[in-house]
């Protein structure tokens, strides 16, 4: 029992700290991850290597973590590293000072992940914090489907299951890969329109294009020519559903498929 050190002294940062054990860098040796309030902090997410052992672990001095190139200043942070898209990569998802929950993608790998864009799993609530400030997150299988479900508690002590929903018609496929830059969506996020490129390689009988919500929901579908030959066009969408009714702002899922592939892409709508 007693204070966790770096280099030799007690580790203390500022307020509403929370730590995280991983293994950051892939070395096989668990680090600590630690988010903090950071409002006067040029950065608010930290990450102590371990140059000891996993029996006796020895932290050395902590190292921003970076996003954009930049050290991390959100505010009151709550950092988790876990592969929630199933790539092999471990990705960060944070929750934040606005009551919010950002998902991270890692573009670079295991051993030195790179964080560049990201988008909302919970939106922004500035004005209740009904997610909590920030929201302390947690990833699980709860309901036995194989996939990760999310629990988040909010600001005065209720806590939440966010289930993951994943319907047949956005299911990622892979075991048969689809072809690069099939599936392209900018701006994203978006506010009015968003153009969504496709590019599809070979000849396909069958293509759809369809719009889900994160429950699964099936809120816009397109008609396209039954077939395509290496051949790429676009299709603007405006943020309306089948029947022109503006949606809410959230994460939807833009899935394109074909008679053997598929590819989701999620876009942000915030208005």
Same mark, same amino acid.
């Given at each position: /029992?007693?204070?966790?050190?770096?280099?030799?002294?007690?580790? *203390?940062?500022?307020?509403?700290?929370?730590?995280?054990?991983?293994?950051?860098?892939?070395?096989?040796?668990?680090?600590?991850?630690?988010? *903090?309030?950071?409002?006067?902090? $040029?950065?608010?997410?930290?990450?102590?290597?371990?140059?000891? $052992?996993?029996?006796? %672990?020895?932290?050395?001095?902590?190292?921003?973590?970076?996003?954009?190139?930049? #050290? &991390?200043?959100?505010?009151?942070?709550? %950092?988790?590293?876990?592969?929630?898209?199933?790539?092999?990569?471990?990705? /960060?998802?944070?929750?934040?000072?606005?009551?919010?929950?950002?998902? +991270?993608?890692?573009?670079?790998?295991?051993?030195? #992940?790179?964080?560049?864009?990201?988008? +909302?799993?919970?939106?922004?609530?500035? *004005?209740?914090?009904?997610?909590?400030? #920030?929201? @302390?997150?947690?990833?699980?299988?709860?309901?036995?489907?194989?996939?990760?479900? /999310?629990?988040?508690?909010?600001? +005065?002590?209720?806590?939440?299951?966010?289930?993951?929903?994943?319907? =047949?018609?956005?299911?990622?496929?892979?075991?048969? #890969?689809?072809? $690069?830059? &099939?599936?392209?969506?900018? %701006?994203? =996020?978006?506010? @009015?329109? $968003?153009?969504?490129?496709?590019?599809?390689?070979?000849?396909?009988?069958?293509?759809?294009?369809?719009?889900?919500?994160?429950?699964?929901?099936?809120? @816009?579908?397109?008609?396209?020519?039954?077939?395509?030959?290496?051949?790429s066009t676009s299709v603007v969408w405006d943020g309306t559903d089948n029947e022109q009714r503006r949606v809410p702002d959230g994460v939807y899922l833009i899935t394109l498929t074909t008679e053997d592939r598929s590819e989701t892409e999620k876009v942000l709508l915030v208005r």
């Open positions: /029992m007693g204070h966790i050190q770096a280099d030799g002294i007690d580790i *203390q940062t500022a307020n509403n700290a929370w730590p995280y054990v991983c293994d950051y860098n892939d070395d096989g040796m668990k680090d600590l991850l630690v988010g *903090q309030e950071g409002i006067y902090s $040029t950065c608010n997410v930290y990450v102590y290597l371990n140059e000891g $052992t996993n029996e006796a %672990p020895a932290f050395g001095d902590s190292t921003p973590v970076l996003f954009d190139g930049s #050290p &991390m200043t959100y505010w009151r942070t709550v %950092p988790v590293l876990i592969d929630l898209d199933l790539d092999g990569k471990k990705d /960060m998802v944070l929750g934040g000072w606005y009551s919010d929950v950002r998902f +991270y993608t890692n573009v670079g790998t295991n051993a030195n #992940p790179v964080f560049t864009d990201y988008i +909302y799993l919970v939106l922004p609530d500035s *004005q209740a914090y009904s997610n909590g400030n #920030p929201p @302390r997150v947690a990833f699980a299988d709860w309901d036995g489907d194989t996939d990760l479900d /999310m629990l988040t508690c909010d600001y +005065y002590g209720s806590v939440f299951l966010r289930e993951n929903v994943t319907s =047949p018609g956005i299911a990622e496929n892979k075991e048969n #890969p689809v072809a $690069t830059n &099939m599936l392209n969506v900018t %701006p994203n =996020p978006f506010s @009015r329109t $968003t153009n969504i490129s496709l590019g599809i390689e070979h000849s396909a009988e069958r293509i759809g294009l369809d719009i889900y919500d994160v429950s699964g929901r099936l809120v @816009r579908h397109f008609l396209l020519p039954n077939s395509y030959l290496s051949s």
